[in-house]
């Protein structure tokens, strides 16, 4: 059997995760980057926090993979999944936890302003508007909270009404009417 690193060293034509961390770099291509875990303009990678710096470094040390060359390989290996069916999902589990009362729904509704600030805090923080904090936040992490927005919004009208397909289908259709109208 082959291990984890000397497979990944096969495909990378010869290169070990160790020859990466040794070098500080990324393990070079088709699997990685090979790019130097410093940018040559001096620029690291910002971490939200010390926690997920030293999650990355410790997969970097296993795998030889800089943090965004593993984010690329997570991204990759979530499969997609069919939008209403698993909100449907999101739905019974959050019923099994939860209930689903009046107050719950509330927290289901309020849930989607959370994730709206943080669509807010990530294109702020794509931007380095904020001297003191600088550039924290990749164009990637605007989409995935964008796309987060959606699911509990989603996630909220499955909890709110019995056939959400229908009803966001109908209201979509009533919006594009509206919408030609007004471009006509
Ligand atoms: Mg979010
Ligand atoms: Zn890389």
């Not at 393990?27 to 790019?35: A, D, E």
């Not at 294109?123 to 989409?143: F, L, S």
């Not at 509990?152 to 209201?171: I, K, M």
């Amino acid at each position: 059997m082959t291990s984890i690193p000397e497979a990944l060293a096969a495909l990378s034509g010869g290169d070990l995760p160790a020859d990466a961390v040794r070098e500080e770099r990324c393990l070079k291509p088709p699997i990685g980057c090979g790019k130097p875990l410093i940018s040559e303009n001096g620029e690291a990678r910002v971490f939200w926090n010390e926690d997920e710096a030293r999650q990355y470094e410790t997969e970097w040390r296993i795998t030889g993979l800089c943090p965004d060359c593993q984010d690329s390989v997570e991204d990759d290996a979530a499969e997609p999944a069919d939008m209403w069916p698993t909100i449907r999902d999101f739905v019974a589990w959050l019923d099994d936890a939860n209930g689903r009362d009046e107050h719950e729904k509330t927290l289901r509704i309020l849930k989607i302003t959370e994730e709206a600030g943080e669509v807010a805090q990530a294109w702020i923080g794509m931007t380095g508007q904020n001297p003191r904090k600088g550039v924290t936040h990749t164009r990637e992490d605007v989409a995935d909270e964008l796309c987060d927005v959606a699911i509990t919004a989603l996630t909220a009208l499955a909890s709110v009404v019995d056939n959400p397909e229908q009803v966001f289908a109908a209201h979509l259709g009533r919006v594009q009417t509206r919408v030609r109208e007004a471009t006509a």
